[in-house]
């Protein structure tokens, strides 16, 4: 690694054109992409909780593998309530399949088309997975089409919550995990952001509540009274900062190991 790449930003948005171009050059770019959303997390989380939690993550990663981090794509797919208390909460602007899938597509071409050869997007809102997969995939496929020599890039997608290790998921729930399914601003999202961005935090407005019961089938529309009127599926009783840096250091070390070895990187 030359002697002034520590001192360049991790955040292409703070790094100059010609900067970014001669970095590229040098061969086995990675750039990671976080992806999150525009989403009611309750009275006490901000709506951009998503794109927060899922930059800072990529910015500590990319930092331990010289990657850099790329804007967030920060309005997500359609909240659904199961999973995030549904789109017709007051806070939640979302975008369509095609608006993402669009939007992704594009950011993702336009990085591997200027030469980075490794493009890792990072997730952070539940709803988003499968139209990004489908981004990532038309990609890829607009690159082949153009043609061009050089190896074929690379696109990885993870979701960081897949990273939680069973050890830290015993660690914060003492009393045993509900389930992703109802984590939607409890105690995990919350215990990051205490960790992470605790000035953005109001937990004098939390409400301790029980758990969501929702159904196993979505029904459209929705019914607005089985999400609880906090707009989180559980609460975030027993939340702290020390839950969110366990959570935080493990699923950053565990990321960063698993990069370094799939792209063969730093």
Excluded at 93 to 118: E, K, P, Y
Excluded at 209 to 227: I, K
């Amino acid at each position: 690694m030359p002697e002034n790449e520590t001192r360049q930003p991790v955040r292409l948005a703070h790094l100059d054109a010609p900067s970014y171009s001669e970095w590229v050059s040098r061969g086995g770019a990675t750039v990671i992409l976080p992806a999150g959303a525009f989403e009611q997390h309750g009275p006490h989380l901000p709506m951009g909780t998503d794109a927060l939690l899922s930059t800072a993550i990529a910015e500590v990663v990319a930092a331990r593998c010289g990657a850099k981090v790329a804007e967030p794509l920060s309005y997500g797919h359609k909240s659904q309530q199961k999973s995030g208390g549904g789109n017709h909460l007051p806070g939640t602007i979302s975008l369509d399949a095609a608006a993402l899938i669009a939007q992704a597509r594009c950011v993702i071409v336009g990085f591997l088309a200027q030469g980075v050869q490794n493009l890792v997007v990072l997730n952070g809102h539940y709803e988003n997975y499968q139209f990004l997969y489908e981004a990532a995939d038309l990609a890829l496929g607009d690159l082949r089409a153009a043609g061009g020599g050089g190896p074929e890039p690379t696109v990885l997608l993870l979701s960081y919550w897949d990273y939680v290790s069973d050890q830290a998921l015993a660690e914060v729930y003492p009393e045993g995990f509900p389930g992703w399914d109802i984590e939607h601003g409890g105690v995990l999202e919350t215990s990051l952001m205490l960790h992470l961005r605790p000035e953005l935090v109001q937990m004098g407005r939390a409400v301790s509540h029980p758990a969501a019961q929702l159904p196993r089938f979505d029904r459209l529309p929705v019914v607005p009274e089985r999400t609880p009127s906090t707009g989180c599926l559980s609460a975030p009783d027993g939340s702290d900062a020390r839950k969110g840096e366990l959570l935080f250091s493990q699923v950053t070390q565990d990321l960063a190991t698993d990069l370094r070895q799939e792209l063969e990187i730093a």
